[in-house]
């Protein structure tokens, strides 16, 4: 069974910064891409940024210049640090991986973003 597990959300006020984290087990991790996504109340769940397997990175608009997505093979973990926090950032992350033909997620951690 394939599994993801996020931390490192919190509540920090507009301009600080967080790193989450997403460890993975169940898979070869470092053939994979990786995907972070965010859900905020009432919105549908978006796209955030994608490390693939060869490194590469890709970013939504809203993100890019301020969050980095980045991995770790060795730890089978993916991260994304975010800076330059904005209350528009506030949502769930969730993390990502489509692995053997199926999607999987983890449940998510809560980034809050309020003066």
């Known amino acids: 069974q394939v599994y993801l597990v996020e931390s490192g959300g919190d509540l920090v006020q507009p301009g600080g910064s967080l790193r989450l984290s997403c460890k993975v087990s169940g898979v070869k991790f470092s053939l994979y891409d990786m995907d972070w996504h965010r859900q905020a109340p009432g919105n549908q769940r978006e796209l955030v940024a994608t490390?693939?397997?060869?490194?590469?990175?890709n970013y939504t608009d809203s993100v890019r210049g301020r969050f980095t997505i980045s991995r770790d093979n060795v730890w089978r973990t993916t991260y994304l640090q975010m800076n330059s926090l904005k209350p528009e950032d506030t949502a769930v992350y969730y993390c990502?991986?489509?692995?053997?033909?199926?999607?999987?997620w983890g449940r998510g951690t809560q980034v809050t973003v309020v003066s």
């Open positions: 490390i693939f397997s060869s490194g590469q990175t």
């Open positions: 990502h991986i489509r692995a053997r033909g199926s999607d999987f």
